[in-house]
């Protein structure tokens, strides 16, 4: 039988040095940034069991969850979506807990990606959830977190504003099958003009043709809200519009506003969803870095009836991009090497140094030269020798 | 990172012509594609542009994983593969289409029995009778398709049909459409809204020259 000990499942990889440096550093900024927000830390279990991911309101697909089952053959998973065991504690250990709550979290998800598509099945997310409250201002305070968020990873970042709701109603108002509403939102969310065009060619329905194939267009800067006036019409759809103006504007006093992007088409699988979705990119990873938005059913069907608020960071693919533009940083070799013939003095010595402030590694080696040969290989440019009387002699490699 | 020049991944072989001359229409000079040699990776002379040459799934690949912007790929191979990418225009060439076929005079839908279709695109046939609700076999081919019901190993296939040719040499059949095939405009979603100007700039190019 063939043995698979000397490799890593795909999907995932073992991170080295600057790798995990890096990783380590994006989550350090990310965490800061939420704990002087004043949110709270939660960490929920890897295991959960599978119904907590899966119903009407909760639909991560199946196929795409790693199952196992428990000591009473019940189905588990590797949690594939924080979010959801979020919403549990909501609504389970945190019941007595006054709403608002503002939560974060700093974890891995797992999920099954198509065989050799190179897509991360182990995902690190570093998030925020923001549970009752008024909603446009959680919405507001969201996405200036996630703006600040996305600040700390990398400058050249871009925030992409949508709103669920508008499909939702546009969907309710149309009144058609399970089947077509699901092809719709695919549609438009794939941004397929060449199917939207061929299914909705016929306009004589009330203009509903003319807003489905207009909402994955209806893409770019915040004037794109204006110009779903012509698109979308009726009580509903103006006040949409203007709270998301409103909420465009007050952010561009806050971020710059070419920062701010609005693509009325984006929309997501998650069944959750129901208000305002957000997503963050940022130059050099050819998917979004951050991803959240408003989902008002959820808490509730775990019963508690709350709407909430919340996002994502990928850690990883941040701190990859991060590696890729100033990987430099991340590769720093300790200053100095310390060598003796006594292994206490050395690290006595090691000690001091690190005292002040220097990075000085204890030579495991039994010779000076091979000290001298380890120190060349490793780019360390001093080598402190700490003879017997305690004298420290330096040499420049 | 650098800001790298656009990329526009073209699958080899009749949609890379097509495409080429498509570019020659909106105006770009396509020397350097016409004369490409073994190159894959080639430039447009004057324009931030250059283009890549690779395998229909691979084009799929590369504008997923964001290492190029935009992409021209059959809607076939787009069915087959699936991933998360924009699909924004019907180029209008390489039509064809995706059709069940049997052997001449048989009814596929006779009896009670399981059926077995051989393919080369197991996931678009898998899709397609699970949609009719239909249990079938599926058997990949990776070779000529035709031959699996002449032997005897298949009760029809799904294959691309594009003049029927092939089928009536054979004795086969056309017995359903599954669905139309040409080329498509495929962009990443992360590309198309951080380079949304210089993108639409293009694709807006490339519809005026497709009425």
């Given at each position: 039988?063939?043995?698979?000990?000397?490799?890593?499942?795909?999907?995932?990889?073992?991170?080295?040095?600057?790798?995990?440096?890096?990783?380590?550093?994006?989550?350090?900024?990310?965490?800061?940034?939420?704990?002087?927000?004043?949110?709270?830390?939660?960490?929920?279990?890897?295991?959960?069991?599978?119904?907590?991911?899966?119903?009407y309101v909760r639909d991560?697909?199946?196929?795409?969850?790693?199952?196992?089952?428990?000591?009473?053959?019940?189905?588990?998973?590797?949690?594939?979506?924080?979010?959801?065991?979020?919403?549990?504690?909501?609504?389970?250990?945190?019941?007595?807990?006054?709403?608002?709550?503002?939560?974060?979290?700093?974890?891995?998800?797992?999920?099954?990606?198509p065989k050799d598509s190179g897509r991360d099945d182990e995902i690190s997310q570093c998030g925020i959830e923001i549970l009752g409250g008024d909603s446009a201002r959680a919405d507001f305070e969201a996405l200036v977190l996630a703006a600040k968020a996305l600040e700390l990873c990398d400058e050249d970042y871009r925030i992409e504003i949508g709103d669920m709701g508008i499909f939702t109603e546009l969907m309710a108002e149309y009144e058609c099958s399970v089947e077509l509403a699901v092809n719709t939102r695919n549609w438009i969310e794939t941004k397929d003009f060449p199917k939207l065009d061929e299914y909705y060619?016929?306009?004589?329905?009330?203009?509903?043709?003319?807003?489905?194939?207009?909402?994955?267009?209806?893409?770019?800067?915040?004037?794109?809200l204006e110009k779903a006036k012509e698109y979308l019409h009726g009580e509903f759809f103006d006040q949409k519009l203007e709270s998301l103006e409103q909420l465009c504007e007050d952010l561009s006093?806050?971020?710059?506003?070419?920062?701010?992007?609005?693509?009325?088409?984006?929309?997501?699988?998650?069944?959750?969803?129901?208000?305002?979705?957000?997503?963050?990119?940022?130059?050099?990873?050819?998917?979004?870095?951050?991803?959240?938005g408003r989902y008002d059913r959820?808490?509730?069907?775990?019963?508690?009836?709350?709407?909430?608020?919340?996002?994502?960071?990928?850690?990883?693919?941040?701190?990859?991009?991060?590696?890729?533009?100033?990987?430099?940083?991340?590769?720093?070799?300790?200053?100095?090497?310390?060598?003796?013939?006594?292994?206490?003095?050395?690290?006595?010595?090691?000690?001091?140094?690190?005292?002040?402030?220097?990075?000085?590694?204890?030579?495991?080696?039994?010779?000076?030269?091979?000290?001298?040969?380890?120190?060349?290989?490793?780019?360390?440019?001093?080598?402190?020798?700490?003879?017997?009387?305690?004298?420290?002699?330096?040499?420049?490699? | 990172?650098?800001?790298?020049?656009?990329?526009?991944?073209?699958?080899?072989?009749?949609?890379?012509?097509?495409?080429?001359?498509?570019?020659?229409?909106?105006?770009?000079?396509?020397?350097?594609?016409?004369?490409?040699?073994?190159?894959?990776?080639?430039?447009?002379?004057?324009?931030?542009?250059?283009?890549?040459?690779?395998?229909?799934?691979?084009?799929?690949?590369?504008?997923?994983?964001?290492v190029c912007d935009l992409g021209v790929v059959g809607k076939d191979t787009i069915m087959e593969h699936g991933g998360k990418f924009y699909e924004i225009a019907d180029l209008g060439f390489g039509k064809c289409r995706f059709a069940l076929a049997v052997k001449k005079g048989t009814d596929f839908f006779a009896g009670y029995g399981v059926k077995t279709v051989a393919t080369k695109y197991p996931n678009v046939t898998r899709n397609y009778f699970e949609k009719k609700g239909i249990d079938v076999d599926i058997v990949k081919i990776e070779g000529s398709v035709e031959l699996a019901p002449l032997v005897g190993l298949a009760d029809g296939i799904v294959d691309i049909v594009e003049t029927g040719t092939t089928l009536k040499e054979n004795g086969l059949e056309v017995c359903e459409d599954v669905a139309p095939i040409s080329a498509r405009l495929i962009v990443n979603t992360v590309s198309m809204k951080l380079k949304q100007e210089r993108i639409q700039e293009i694709v807006s190019h490339i519809e005026e020259n497709l009425k």
């Open positions: 039988m063939k043995r698979n000990d000397l490799l890593t499942p795909e999907g995932t990889r073992d991170l080295l040095f600057e790798e995990c440096k890096a990783k380590r550093e994006i989550s350090e900024r990310l965490t800061g940034l939420f704990e002087s927000s004043g949110y709270s830390e939660v960490i929920t279990p890897g295991l959960e069991f599978f119904d907590v991911f899966n119903g991560f697909p199946q196929e795409m969850m790693y199952k196992l089952v428990d000591g009473k053959n019940r189905l588990m998973v590797l949690r594939p979506d924080s979010t959801m065991p979020i919403a549990r504690l909501a609504a389970t250990r945190l019941r007595d807990e006054k709403l608002p709550l503002k939560l974060f979290y700093n974890q891995n998800i797992y999920m099954v990606n060619s016929s306009e004589n329905d009330g203009g509903f043709a003319r807003a489905f194939k207009a909402l994955p267009r209806l893409f770019g800067g915040i004037e794109v006093k806050v971020i710059p506003k070419e920062k701010i992007r609005v693509d009325l088409g984006l929309l997501s699988r998650k069944n959750y969803y129901t208000g305002i979705i957000f997503r963050g990119y940022v130059e050099g990873y050819g998917q979004p870095a951050l991803s959240g959820l808490l509730g069907d775990f019963g508690r009836d709350a709407g909430a608020v919340g996002f994502a960071v990928n850690v990883e693919a941040v701190a990859r991009v991060l590696l890729q533009k100033n990987g430099d940083n991340f590769k720093r070799s300790p200053d100095v090497i310390v060598w003796s013939e006594t292994p206490v003095l050395a690290l006595k010595h090691c000690s001091e140094l690190i005292a002040k402030g220097c990075c000085a590694v204890n030579s495991v080696l039994g010779s000076i030269e091979q000290t001298r040969e380890y120190a060349k290989m490793h780019g360390i440019k001093r080598i402190d020798i700490v003879n017997n009387d305690e004298k420290i002699t330096s040499e420049e490699v | 990172m650098e800001n790298r020049k656009l990329r526009i991944a073209l699958t080899k072989g009749r949609i890379e012509e097509k495409a080429v001359g498509l570019l020659e229409k909106i105006g770009y000079d396509v020397k350097n594609l016409r004369e490409k040699g073994r190159k894959l990776i080639l430039s447009i002379p004057d324009e931030d542009i250059e283009v890549v040459l690779a395998k229909a799934a691979d084009v799929i690949t590369y504008v997923e994983h964001g």
